[in-house]
Nanobody, 122 residues
Framework: QVRLVESGGGSVQAGGSLRLSCAAS????????MGWFRQAPGREREGVTT???????SYADSVKGRFTISQDIAKNTHYLQMNNLKPEDTAMYLC????????????????WGQGTQVTVSS
C-alpha cells in the first residue's frame, strides 16, 4: 500500500516562493521514483520534476532554474522548492511515486497524492 500526502500549497504573489512536501508511506522508499506533477483547470496534467533512485533529476523546461526537487530518504519525504513563481504556475500540484530505477517527467507513475493547490497572483 502506497500513500502520499502533500502539504505546503497556498497563495502567493508573482515572484514569491513556496515549498511543497510529500510524505510517502511505502515499503522501501529508496526503490521508488518520486515526482511532482501539476494540473491547471481545463488543461492536461503535466510533469514538473522527477528524481530517480540514483538521484538523477528531470525538470520541465517551464520550471528549470526556478524549481528544485529534493528528498530526505530518512523521512521518506520529497520536496519541491518553487521560487520566482509566475501566475502560469497556478495549478493543483500532485505528488507521484512509482517503483523503478529510472524515471523522468514522461514516466508513467502509478501512485498519486490528493494534491495541494498553488495559486500565484500577478
Amino acid at each position: 500500500q502506497v500513500r502520499l500526502v502533500e502539504s505546503g500549497g497556498g497563495s502567493v504573489q508573482a515572484g514569491g516562493s513556496l515549498r511543497l512536501s510529500c510524505a510517502a508511506s511505502v515499503d522501501t522508499y529508496s526503490s521508488y521514483c518520486m515526482g511532482w506533477f501539476r494540473q491547471a483547470p481545463g488543461r492536461e496534467r503535466e510533469g514538473v520534476t522527477t528524481i530517480d533512485v540514483y538521484g538523477r533529476i528531470s525538470y520541465a523546461d517551464s520550471v528549470k532554474g526556478r524549481f528544485t526537487i529534493s528528498q530526505d530518504i530518512a523521512k521518506n519525504t520529497h520536496y519541491l522548492q518553487m521560487n520566482n513563481l509566475k501566475p502560469e504556475d497556478t495549478a493543483m500540484y500532485l505528488c507521484a511515486a512509482e517503483r523503478g530505477r529510472y524515471c523522468n517527467i514522461n514516466f508513467l507513475f502509478g501512485f498519486w497524492g490528493q494534491g495541494t493547490q498553488v495559486t500565484v497572483s500577478s
